[in-house]
């Protein structure tokens, strides 16, 4: 059986029809879910661990005694560690090496506090300092995520957060051992075992047993992500992501099974998914769908891959790379495959994405593991105004001034005009009481 994705070029007269209903995706929230995790949060707010402990029982198939039960010891992390074969702690401590190294230049590019004087002796700067305590989700339903763990959390602990407590659910009690040596790994200060809304609402308002953060990242189902969007201002969130995308630009270079691969390793994660091929050689095009279709029916997900091509997949043929770059710009991808013998030739022409990786070599697996930056990306097309997660995220600016008697004499005149105009005249007066000569 063959992968019937959509096949669209850009010089057909009905492509920007095509082309609006691949990029088409209903971000409607479902009335039913929003209404129960608003029942869930107030929940929790209102009655704390007695409405965790519920939830946990109801949602995930556990019967703990009390919050207790649900708390992870250290030991408990470092013996996941301890206990996992040797390739896999290995692979797993040199992808936290890779992020850490990232981020610490991350960090020393733009996450240090600095201050400058000007001629009348006026200090001016910011502050940067760490969030106090961040709370980290981590999926654990479908599947275990080890790599969200080190996304998440190594930034975090660059940054200089004082506390990082993550949330995990194990249904039916079951653990995953690399979650808990990845937790290890990264430096979690505490771990709990709860999921859903509930996790969120326990992390955003605090209980009598988990602590209240000042931020939560990390992805989550439809549950967690409507309840990030409700607990907002309570508490500061990351992103509330979309379904994942992958974009490969290729230019006929790379082979097809390749790019038929990547293509899949976007769509295997759900049916929204989004898997897209932008590339100006027909005969190219011709040769990764069949790619497709002969590499398909061997893969473990398949079901899942074929409803995510047909549902949102695309090949596109357009008239040139230059072409191929204005339109993936208009798609701004969460991951941007730049599949060419030239990539450093296009990727002055792009302008939005969540990551870009470069060159043939380069699959988007590498960057969702082991690369070094961060893989939580803006999905939607919000990579036109938003960024990777990073060391930033963990951080807070404050403002510095201060200023100089000279100083004074400079800026007060300005600041009362302005005040004046806008009928504040404490705020004019607040500034001309510090003039030479104009006493109260």
């Given amino acids: 059986m063959t992968a019937d994705i959509r096949l669209l070029r850009t010089d057909a007269p009905d492509f920007e029809t095509g082309f609006q209903r691949v990029l088409h995706w209903s971000a409607e929230e479902d009335q039913a879910i929003e209404q129960r995790v608003g029942e869930i949060l107030a929940d929790v707010q209102g009655r704390g661990d007695a409405a965790v402990l519920e939830c946990t029982a109801r949602f995930d198939g556990m019967n703990p005694a009390s919050m207790a039960d649900l708390e992870l010891a250290p030991a408990d992390l470092q013996a996941a560690l301890a206990g996992l074969p040797g390739a896999q702690r290995n692979a797993l401590e040199a992808a936290a090496r890779r992020v850490r190294s990232y981020h610490q230049r991350q960090l020393d590019a733009c996450g240090r506090s600095w201050s400058y004087r000007d001629e009348d002796g006026t200090l001016l700067g910011q502050k940067v300092t760490p969030l106090d305590r961040v709370g980290i989700y981590v999926p654990g339903g479908k599947a275990a995520y080890p790599s969200s763990v080190l996304m998440n959390a190594v930034p975090a602990k660059v940054a200089g957060v004082d506390e990082i407590v993550m949330v995990v659910p194990t249904p039916r009690g079951e653990r995953n051992p690399l979650v808990l040596a990845a937790a290890a790994v990264a430096g979690v200060d505490r771990v709990f075992t709860i999921g859903g809304a509930q996790a969120v609402g326990a992390l955003a308002f605090g209980t009598a047993t988990v602590p209240r953060v000042d931020k939560i990242t990390g992805p989550g189902n439809a549950y ?57 050689d027909a ?18 997900r398949q079901a899942v891959i074929r409803a995510s091509l047909q549902g949102r997949g695309a090949l596109i043929h357009t008239r040139s790379m230059e072409e191929a770059c204005a339109i993936s710009n208009r798609i701004a991808p969460e991951h941007l495959e730049v599949s060419s013998r030239e990539p450093g030739r296009w990727e002055p022409l792009l302008k939005h994405a969540g990551a870009i990786f470069l060159g043939a070599f380069t699959s988007e697996s590498l960057g969702d593991y082991c690369a070094g930056p961060n893989h939580v990306l803006p999905t939607s097309g919000t990579a036109r105004f938003s960024s990777p997660l990073g060391v930033y995220d963990f951080q807070k600016r404050t403002s510095l001034i201060e ?38």
């Fill in 403 to 440: 200023v100089s008697e000279q100083g004074a004499q400079v800026l007060g005149p300005i600041a009362a005009e302005l005040a004046y105009g806008e009928g504040l005249q404490a705020h004019a007066r607040a500034a001309e009481f510090r003039l030479k000569g104009d006493a109260p």
């Fill in 283 to 300: 005969g190219y095009i011709a040769r990764v769908k069949e790619a497709i279709d002969r590499l398909l029916p061997g893969m473990p």
């Fill in 224 to 280: 967690v992500a409507s309840a990030k969007r409700r607990v907002f201002g309570q508490v500061g969130i990351d992103m509330i992501a979309g379904p994942s995308e992958i974009l490969v630009l290729a230019d006929g270079s790379t082979p097809p099974d390749w790019v038929a691969m990547d293509l899949f390793s976007q769509a295997e994660h759900d049916e929204l998914a989004q898997s897209i091929l932008l590339c100006p």
